[in-house]
């Protein structure tokens, strides 16, 4: 890897990715801005993926906060950070973008910032505003745009990444909108709700200069950096005219107050008559007559491969985010192949085609306890290689976290023109909740069908099994931190620290399924996989603990996952910051309206300003009636509250009753039910005023 150039940009300047760095992979796309800590304005980052015909294909091309994946997540909102200064607050919003994995449908990645603020607020009011690309892998700054002369603008297009003569290319683009995120979306074909389109015409506040223009003004920027703009990408400041016939489903750039709700089939169906009880419903994969491993794997094998032939959403949300184009999917299973003397039969292929183009991927599935072998797949390497093929899928119930490229150790060079990839049999499913829960598949019949899959992975027969336990080495392990005795040196320790990662990830997968959204994981993007297992291990040897920190949509912030092995339980909180109007009895009062009917057990912390440790901490029940015992000075006042949720936690291996897996799971979902869902944040509407 060659080191990387830092290319200072300006407005309407452009430059060749591959001249700041020769190794691209994925990046990560930094907005960056400060305000005064009076007056904190909120910004967001937003993605818009385009088509050829300088549109987005669909209005999942559209990336912001209340949608945050997009091409099959090889683009991720990552959320936001801030840092208190003496006079001003700074905050990022970061987003990622696997460029190898963009579908070649997208030809440009725009990347915009939208402000949320009061009447009369714009990006002037910001002591500063700029946007940061760093290379993915090592997080080397490549290249920084600072925006300037920005005044009552509420959106931004910031600046985009296109495709020019099989290279990727950055163009600053800088252009302003008066109006909102609606009306610079929708010139690029996304629909949203009709009563957000209050203005008919557009509120630019400038024009970028047209492609082509005088190279002066695209001068100064450095490291490669063109001159000229004459190889630029389509005038961004005219999107072509023809527009994509009209869809019946829109967002809205409001931002979600609320987190999504459990959904009510969640809850238990009514019992039925003793005799309904012993009805099997019919199914379209049938589980009846598996019998060893052999016939368990080939059986999930042709049913995975048919829907996702059949079902075109769930091909196209598998393959695209793996290189695939948005085209016909077809797939065979046990496709026999020599190499040499030797026959091979790998599970299944997939073949995808648009066009003239196609990809081609070979299919190895594993279930149950069945696992990969570095030899058989570098085999299938091999060749996908011979045979021109673009990647090997393979397929089981080991679990990888979103860093992580591949769970079985693989020789690189046999990567360098074949694709590997992994999925786990967790992840499938959630990609068919996904698709279920938002009635993203457009025909009735292929939902159906996918309905009828998910079934089938439900079933204990199928092989899809679920995360069951932390490892071999989990009872050695919980044993010693109890008895104090556990050593950073100890041989399960490691073990216990992937296995409890990869269940964070799990965690993710299960409550996104449930809510049809993408939960995601929030760790320190400058440190991967292994540096995370390593502070995992630390954090159990120093405190017996295991934590982790999801990120859930519209949630008020994420919510912490902690497990206490020295105290036997499990917590879960999440902190909310408390309004900034009214006095500190009001401010407690307000919380406790939030949370309504929940359990009185909760755990209610109190955090006065400038301190960073909780100054009152009391049982929601006993707050309730008395909401001044929260108020240690009258006179100090309530910057935020944290509420949490404790319950025992279970020490056994597998799932089920007095398991660790099942209690975390368990205490997960019925902390987000009763408290997650119901919090929302403080908005200046005069609530927070009154006693």
Known sequence: MCAATVAAMRKGGNVTLSALADELGSVSVILEWAAEKGHPLDADVSVLLLGDDGKVRSNDDFVFYNQPSGAGGAVRLRGKTSAAGERHTAFTDVVEVDMDDVPDSVERVLFAASLDGGEGDGFGRLEYL??????????????????????????????????????????????????????????????????????????????????????????????????????????????????????????????????????ASKARRPDAGEVEQRWQPARLFPV???????????????????????????????????????????????????????????????????????????????????????????????????????????????????????????????????????????????????????????????????????????????????????????????????????????????????????????LCLHLGGLLGIEVISQVNRRVDATQRRQMLAEELCGNGTLSAMLRIPGAVGPVTVTADLRAGRVVCSVSIDAPRQGRPLTRVKWMVRQLGDANGNLRVESFDQGSREAARAELLALVRQKPDILVTDPGCEIRAFRISLSAPLGTKRSIGKGTFVTSVVDTLEKFYEEVVQNLREWRDSGEATST
């Open 288 to 506: 009846a007559g598996i019998g060893g491993a052999a016939e368990q794997e080939r059986r999930a094998t042709s049913a995975l491969l048919a829907v996702v032939g059949s079902v075109r959403e769930f091909g196209r949300a598998l393959t695209t985010r793996f290189g695939a184009p948005a085209g016909q999917v077809e797939t065979f299973i046990e496709v026999p192949f020599n190499r040499g003397d030797d026959p091979y039969v790998p599970d299944g292929l997939i073949r995808v085609t648009r066009g003239q183009r196609s990809w081609t991927a070979l299919v190895e599935v594993k279930t149950g306890t069945g696992e990969l072998r570095s030899g058989q797949v570098e085999a299938y390497l091999d060749i996908a290689r011979e045979q021109r093929f673009d990647a090997v899928l393979t397929i089981s119930n080991l679990i990888t976290t979103a860093d992580e490229r591949h769970p079985v150790a693989i020789d690189g060079r046999k990567t360098k023109k074949v694709g590997v990839y992994h999925l786990s049999w967790a992840e499938i499913r959630f990609r068919c909740q996904l698709l279920i829960e938002n009635s993203s598949v457009a025909d009735a019949t292929q939902e159906y069908i996918l309905g009828e899959f998910l079934r089938y992975l439900d079933h204990g027969r199928s092989g899809a099994e679920t995360f069951d336990d932390l490892g071999p080495h989990w009872v050695a392990v919980r044993d010693s931190v109890s008895a104090g005795t556990l050593r950073p040196t100890d041989k399960g320790l490691p073990s216990v620290a992937e296995r409890f990662d990869q269940f964070a990830h799990c």
């Open 130 to 263: 700029r946007l940061r690309l760093l290379r993915g892998a090592d997080a080397v700054e490549l290249l920084r745009y600072d925006v300037t002369g920005a005044s009552t603008e509420t959106a931004f297009m910031l600046g985009e990444v296109y495709r020019r003569s099989g290279q990727w290319k950055f163009r600053a683009v800088g252009q302003g909108y008066d109006t909102g995120l609606a009306t610079l979306v929708t010139e690029y074909g996304v629909e949203v709700d009709s009563d957000e389109e209050d203005s008919p015409a557009p509120g630019r506040t400038e024009q970028v200069a047209p492609v082509g223009a005088d190279p002066a003004d695209s001068a100064g920027t450095t490291a490669g950096v063109d001159a000229s703009s004459a190889a630029g990408p389509p005038d961004v400041s005219r999107p072509p005219a023809n527009r994509r016939e009209r869809r019946t489903q829109t967002v809205t750039t409001k931002k979600s107050r609320s987190a999504r709700r459990l959904p």
